[in-house]
Nanobody, 116 residues
Framework: QVRLLESGGGLVQAGESLRLSCVAS????????MAWYRQVPLKQRELVAK????????NYLDSVKGRFTISRDTEEKTVVLQMNSLKPEDTARYYC?????????WGQGTQVTVSS
């Protein structure tokens, strides 16, 4: 069982930055990757950024490339999403996800609101 706790959301103006963190606890011994997703009401949750636990390979949603950076600390079992040059369309609830031994685990989410 893996538990995920997100932090770092908030209200910012367009062009500003936020840093989201997600800490994994519990077993968390065989994580294969961690990721950030986001969701707005009435829309499907979408993958924002993903990072493999071993090699640190990353991939990003096209609309955030060049603005967002995902990183991980395998010792601290933490994944960070650095979000720069935020836009109003980045407003969403952001969720951390971990995949371990074929199971997916989700955090409760943290709200990011970007005003224009």
């Amino acid at each position: 069982q893996v538990r995920l706790l997100e932090s770092g959301g908030g209200l910012v103006q367009a062009g500003e930055s936020l840093r989201l963190s997600c800490v994994a606890s519990g077993s968390a011994l065989s994580i294969s990757y961690m990721a950030w997703y986001r969701q707005v009401p009435l829309k499907q949750r979408e993958l924002v950024a993903k990072i493999t636990w071993g090699g640190g390979d990353t991939n990003y949603l096209d609309s955030v490339k060049g603005r967002f950076t995902i990183s991980r600390d395998t010792e601290e079992k933490t994944v960070v999403l650095q979000m720069n040059s935020l836009k109003p369309e980045d407003t969403a609830r952001y969720y951390c996800k971990a995949e371990e031994s074929g199971y997916n685990y989700w955090g409760q989410g943290t709200q990011v609101t970007v005003s224009s």
